[in-house]
């Protein structure tokens, strides 16, 4: 992985794909390279930026290319370098490809082509697959195109989204997916391939997503898609739901800021049209279909990674709580190796901002062959579990560039609010008078963000303190959990700092041996029902000289007393403090790491979207 573009039209092909690459640059990469046909195959790549790449570009209006491919490597097989960068070349030099995703036969099918005489160059999977798909071409004459890359993509074994151009057949970009996702973008006089919509919102609102097993052979006026038996379908165009504005940074020096800044809007577009306070009900046309299954399931099962398994966390202390349902939450990467114990009474919720997790895939697939209901949260339309899921919810916060998830996490766990409030009334766990009330909490909670981000200028002083602090504590009891772990993750992420959370009470057995006069430990206390034990536990922390740093309701003196830094979020229903208590800890995070001169977009070895195992 991590981003693949393509243009085929009467335009400058280098220039679409370079800014295309440009767009996908948040997804994480360490380097780039771009493929064209003008009379002969060119290739330039390199190690490093996509402004690299450019400076050895030329985009000249007479010699430009009207055909291209592109892509951003984020390295799985090969060190980051110039020759394990995509494109790669078959042996005559006639075909480029670039590949998100894993070839796992790749050294069977390397020790057959070497056995033919054909010499590798690079440590990368994806060059073993340019090879082999090149050598069928060449050995079956008698085959169209098409076919001949159908034959030797059934050889491939392994996860993967190319794209290739071919020297002799300079009027096609062909596409073939399976388990990394691709789109085409519809124009006119155009087409572009991408694996990601921000590179195509540009040029076109009109999208056609590519379904597992298939092929597609795209000209600039024209596309015609295949699936594995060669059989050819008819695809549905989409409405690319995205606006250029939403993709630019708006003025903010960085993207992940202005996500943060922007959670107030994404939160009440997420509750908007969902909720209704006068009547206390709760409308998820999404899960419609399936609602039955959800009220009826003996047990609910939450599969994420990363950020959206935080919010699972969120999610099970939700439904637990409100509606009185068994909730599991398993890390995606997990479930599918465990021989999960899973039948047609369980229910599955997959939560992936991407909708394309390729764990979370596994998972939401391993559960429906057991015969489970699969629900899912996904924040992108059209994407792959959006599509494969039996019913779900959009998260409709818009497109989130910084790889260090803020506005989604925000965005999940107000969706799981409704699921949970939603179930609790369909079981009668709670009354219609309750749900009222507790609408009008979460309705009260973007103008409580507000009042925070108000005040971000107190969360970058105290960062200013231990921006240089070399290991951080973050602590805190049953919905303040999952936040001291998502707090941690995001100052691991963004500033590279060793960070962890932990149950308050778990301190006791183990991380205090770590505390001392150097350890910043922060705690969270916005749940009254668990503050005398945090009170305990600060009590803890302070007699072994730690430095602490709480994020309180505002009444909250036990614990703000005590605190070498307090910082304060309005008051809210317990189950919905997560909401609050985060957005500081993601300032935290943001202000270390820009104090640190860290990328914050772009931290190093991450990608936003894992679309490998």
């Not at 480029?96 to 440590?123: M, P, Q």
């Not at 890359?149 to 392994?158: C, M, N, R």
Request: charged content about 25%.
């Amino acid at each position: 992985m991590c981003g693949i573009i393509g243009y085929i039209g009467q335009k400058k092909a280098e220039e679409i794909v370079l800014k295309g690459l440009k767009r996908m640059e948040y997804r994480g990469y360490d380097s780039a390279g771009i493929a064209t046909l003008n009379g002969g195959l060119s290739i330039i790549k390199c190690k490093g930026k996509v402004r690299e790449l450019k400076k050895l570009v030329k985009v000249d209006s007479k010699e430009s290319a009207q055909i291209g491919i592109g892509h951003t490597r984020w390295a799985t097989h090969g060190e980051p370098n110039d020759i394990n960068s995509h494109p790669h070349v078959g042996k005559l030099g006639k075909l480029a490809l670039v590949h998100n995703g894993i070839i796992e036969n790749y050294t069977s099918i390397k020790k057959k082509l070497e056995s033919e005489g054909i010499e590798f160059y690079s440590e990368t999977d994806t060059e073993a697959a340019a090879k082999l798909i090149e050598f069928v071409i060449e050995s079956r004459p008698d085959l169209p195109m098409e076919k001949a890359v159908q034959l030797a993509i059934s050889q491939i074994t392994g996860a993967y989204g190319f794209a290739m151009i071919h020297s002799d057949y300079p009027d096609r970009i062909l596409v073939a997916r399976k388990g990394s996702p691709l789109l085409i973008g519809v124009g006119e006089g155009e087409m572009l391939i991408a694996s990601d919509a921000s590179a195509v919102a540009e040029y076109t609102d009109k999208v056609v997503y590519l379904d597992e097993g298939e092929l597609a052979v795209i000209s600039k006026d024209k596309f015609q898609v295949l699936d594995a038996n060669d059989v050819e379908l008819e695809k549905e165009v989409h409405e690319l739901v995205m606006s250029l504005e939403e993709i630019e940074k708006g003025g903010y020096p960085y993207f992940m800021l202005k996500e943060i800044f922007e959670q107030p809007k994404t939160i009440a577009d997420c509750m908007r049209g969902r909720i209704n306070t006068e009547t206390g009900e709760i409308t998820l046309g999404g899960l419609t279909k399936a609602l039955d299954k959800l009220v009826d399931a003996k047990r609910i099962i939450i599969a994420a990674c990363g950020t959206s398994w935080h919010s699972a966390l969120v999610g099970e202390y939700l439904i637990e709580h409100l509606a009185r349902v068994s909730v599991e939450v398993e890390y995606a990467s997990e479930f599918r190796y465990k021989d999960p114990i899973i039948d047609e009474n369980d229910v599955l919720i997959v939560i992936s901002q991407s909708g394309e997790t390729a764990d979370t895939l596994a998972a939401l697939r391993k559960a429906k062959d057991s015969g489970a209901t699969v629900f899912g949260i996904v924040n992108v339309v059209g994407s792959t579990i959006a599509r494969e899921t039996d019913a779900g919810v959009y998260l409709h916060t818009g497109p989130e560039i910084g790889v260090a998830s803020t506005k989604a996490f925000t965005g999940q766990v107000t969706v799981l609010v409704l699921i949970a409030l939603k179930l609790a009334l369909m079981k009668g766990a709670i009354t219609k008078e309750v749900s009222k009330k507790y609408i009008k909490a979460l309705r009260e909670i973007p103008e409580k963000i507000q009042h925070i981000l108000d005040r971000s200028e107190q969360m970058k002083r105290i960062s200013d303190l231990f921006t240089y602090a070399p290991n951080f504590l973050y602590l805190g009891r049953t919905y303040s959990f999952p936040v001291a772990l998502e707090g941690a993750l995001k100052l691991k992420e963004i500033s590279y700092i060793h960070a962890e959370g932990y149950p308050a009470a778990e301190m006791k057995h183990g991380p205090i041996a770590l505390i001392d006069e150097m350890m910043p430990v922060v705690v969270i206390a916005t749940t009254d029902h668990t503050n005398d034990k945090m009170v305990s536990n600060i009590e803890e922390v302070k007699a072994r000289k730690g430095r602490i740093i709480s994020i309180t309701s505002e009444e909250n003196n036990d614990v703000s007393t005590l605190s070498e830094f307090n910082f304060s979020v309005p008051e809210t229903e317990d189950f919905l403090s997560p909401l609050l208590s985060v957005i500081p800890l993601q300032l935290l995070s943001y202000y270390v790491a820009v104090n640190r001169g860290c990328d914050v977009d772009q931290p190093r070895n991450l990608a936003k979207s894992v679309t490998v195992e």
